[in-house]
C-alpha cells in the first residue's frame, strides 16, 4: 500500500459520493475526509426521513429516489467522482450507477460496493422486511445487526426509533433489487466483503462480478457487517482515488466546492444524528 500523500497540484479532486446502509445517517463515513486527505473529496448522501431531513417523506420507490439523486448529484458532474455504498447504500450506488449510465450522463470513474449481495440474491434482511416489528428486531440480533439489548430491555425504544426507518429502508432495497436485477454497468467495479458478516458473506459478494462488463474486483476486509465503521474501506478508497488522479492529469480543470455551492443542495455535510444501530 502506498504511503505518500504527496499529488500534483495539475491533478483535478474528484469527488467520493457516500451512501449509508439501511436504518442509518451517514456518521459512518465523519472520519473519512481525514483519511483520505486531499485525494478526494468525501460527501455522505443523506436520503430522506433522517438527521437534517427528518421531516421528509423516507422513499421507498427506486424511481422516486434515482429522480431525487439524479437531482442532486447531475450539477457536480463536470468532475470524475467515486461511488461507494455500503448494505443497502451498495445497491443504492449500483442503481445511480445505472441511472447516469442509461441517460448519457457521466458515469462514475469507479463503483464501488460493500456489505450486500447483488439484486438477484436479495440477501437475508430484505427478506424480512415485512416481518412483524418483534420478528424483525430478533432477525437483527440473530443476524449480530443488533446489540441483544434490542430484543430485550431495549426492544420498545427499537419499534419507535429504529424499525420505521429501518423498514422502509428494506422496502426500498427490496425496490432496487427487483428493478436492477441482472442489470451491468459499464463502469469499473469493485465489491468488499467482511470476513465475518453472516449477511452478506464472501459468495454472495462475489457474484457482483456479473454486473460489470469492464472491470471486476472483490476484496475481503477484516470485520462483519459494519466494516464500514473501520478504518479499511476509507483506506482502501484513498488507494482507489489516488489510481484515478494519477489517470486524469492534465484532462480535467477542477473546481473548488465553494464554486459548486449555488448549484446543488449536495455538499460535503456532517452527520448530526446519532444512530440507534450505531450505538
Not at 451512501?19 to 472520519?31: L, N, Q, R, Y
Amino acid at each position: 500500500m502506498r504511503t505518500d500523500s504527496a499529488v500534483r497540484e495539475d491533478t483535478v479532486t474528484p469527488w467520493l459520493f457516500c451512501f449509508h446502509h439501511a436504518g442509518a445517517g451517514i456518521s459512518s463515513f465523519a472520519k473519512w475526509q481525514k483519511i483520505l486527505g486531499d485525494t478526494a473529496e468525501v460527501v455522505p448522501v443523506l436520503l430522506p426521513g433522517r438527521g437534517p431531513r427528518a421531516k421528509e417523506a423516507r422513499i421507498t420507490d427506486a424511481t422516486e429516489l434515482m429522480n431525487e439523486l439524479r437531482e442532486l448529484i447531475t450539477p457536480l458532474l463536470d468532475r470524475p467522482y467515486l461511488l461507494y455504498g455500503h448494505s443497502l447504500g451498495g445497491l443504492v450506488a449500483h442503481a445511480l450507477t445505472r441511472t447516469l449510465e442509461d441517460d448519457g450522463l457521466l458515469p462514475p470513474a469507479r463503483l464501488v460496493i460493500g456489505a450486500v449481495p447483488p439484486p438477484h440474491l436479495r440477501n437475508t434482511l430484505l427478506r424480512g422486511a415485512r416481518l412483524p416489528d418483534h420478528e424483525l428486531i430478533d432477525l437483527l440480533v440473530d443476524l449480530e445487526a443488533a446489540p441483544p439489548e434490542a430484543g430485550g430491555r431495549d426492544r420498545s425504544l427499537w419499534q419507535r426509533h429504529v424499525i420505521p426507518a429501518l423498514r422502509d429502508d428494506l422496502r426500498l432495497g427490496e425496490a432496487l433489487c427487483q428493478v436492477n436485477a441482472d442489470k451491468a454497468v459499464g463502469t469499473p467495479l469493485m465489491a468488499l466483503a467482511g470476513r465475518d458478516d453472516p449477511i452478506a458473506p464472501l459468495w454472495e459478494v462475489a457474484e457482483w462480478a456479473d454486473y460489470s462488463v469492464t472491470r471486476f474486483r472483490l476484496q475481503t476486509l477484516p470485520g462483519d457487517h459494519f466494516f464500514v465503521r473501520e478504518r479499511g474501506v476509507p483506506e482502501l478508497l484513498r488507494e482507489v482515488a489516488l489510481e484515478l488522479r494519477e489517470s486524469l492529469k492534465g484532462k480535467y480543470d477542477g473546481e473548488s466546492s465553494g464554486r459548486q455551492e449555488g448549484r446543488t443542495r449536495l455538499l460535503p455535510t456532517a452527520d448530526l444524528t446519532a444512530d440507534l444501530s450505531e450505538r
